[in-house]
């Protein structure tokens, strides 16, 4: 599902080379719910941006749905990243767009028909709760809120995988526990592989099944989530 083998990852500037990613094997398997974890500077985001397609390795390779990202063409691409919806610490809700157009985006990207949309975004607004909010602006949400418009615009194009970019760091306990419960419901749902990248120790010990703990651009434990941590 997700490979990355033996991959590394430079940052030239200025003349200045930074090593984000030092020779990363990972394998997530679908369906996992996969917890990324180390302190700022670690190369959590790099690493999601690999997956995303967002950035490409200087050495290795990375893998998503059995393709080599460095080998696709730029519509295999592009297919391939619309399977893969992304939810963010500050949400990146579009503040001049209701929670309707926002949730549409995908789709109107992908041009879909008036009719489908509306359906679609309907369903999933229902699916986390929101029925009412179809015309609210997203400055009119609580945090947990606008986390549920986030979610609801990831899924929007039936993605194979969920990266969730600490998603939770922005929200109190309480909110931060509903979005976890929100998420385990959509990976036993629709069995999507989520991918979720934090800080916080409590939030992978709460939905993940295993981890990753980086530190440096390495990868220095990985494992279930009981052999690393052990028993709570
Ligand atoms: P994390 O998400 O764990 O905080 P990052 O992947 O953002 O880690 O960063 C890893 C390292 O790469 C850091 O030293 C950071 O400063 C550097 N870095 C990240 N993005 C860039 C970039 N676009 N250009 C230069 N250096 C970068
Ligand atoms: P930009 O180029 O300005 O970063 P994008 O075209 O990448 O904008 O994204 C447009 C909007 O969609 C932004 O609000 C962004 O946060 C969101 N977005 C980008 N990629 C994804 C994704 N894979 N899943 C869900 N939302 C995304």
Redo the contacts with the bound molecule.
């Keep these: 599902m997700i490979k990355f083998e033996h991959v590394s990852k430079q940052y030239e500037r200025n003349g200045v080379t930074t090593q984000a990613l030092n020779d990363i094997n990972l394998t997530i398997s679908k369906g996992d719910i996969y917890g990324i974890i180390g302190y700022s500077g670690a190369g959590k985001s790099t690493l999601v941006r690999l997956i ?1 397609f967002l950035e490409k390795p200087t050495q290795g390779n990375v893998i998503i749905q059995n393709k080599v990202l460095n080998q696709l063409s730029s519509t295999e691409l592009r297919q391939t ?1 619309q399977k ?5 610490q500050h949400f ?3 503040e001049s767009k209701t929670v309707f157009e926002n949730i549409a ?2 789709l109107i990207l992908i041009k879909k028909d008036k009719h489908s949309i509306k359906q679609k975004v309907y369903e999933l607004l229902e699916f986390v709760g929101l029925s009412d909010k179809a015309n609210s602006y997203p400055k009119e949400l609580s945090g947990g809120q606008k986390q549920r418009i ?1 979610i609801a ?2 899924l929007a194009n039936d993605p194979d995988i969920l ?1 969730c970019d600490e998603a939770t760091s922005a929200l109190d306990p309480q909110t931060t526990q509903a979005i976890l419960d929100l998420i385990k419901k959509i990976n036993e749902k629709y069995k999507i592989t989520v991918v979720l990248i934090t800080h916080e120790m409590h939030v992978i010990e709460q939905i993940c099944h295993k981890v990753a703990v980086m530190e440096k651009g390495k990868i220095i434990e990985q494992g279930n989530v009981l052999e690393v941590f052990g028993q709570p």
Excluded: T
């Design positions: 995303n990243r893969i919806g992304m939810i963010f990146n809700l579009l985006i995908p986030g615009r990831a990266l």
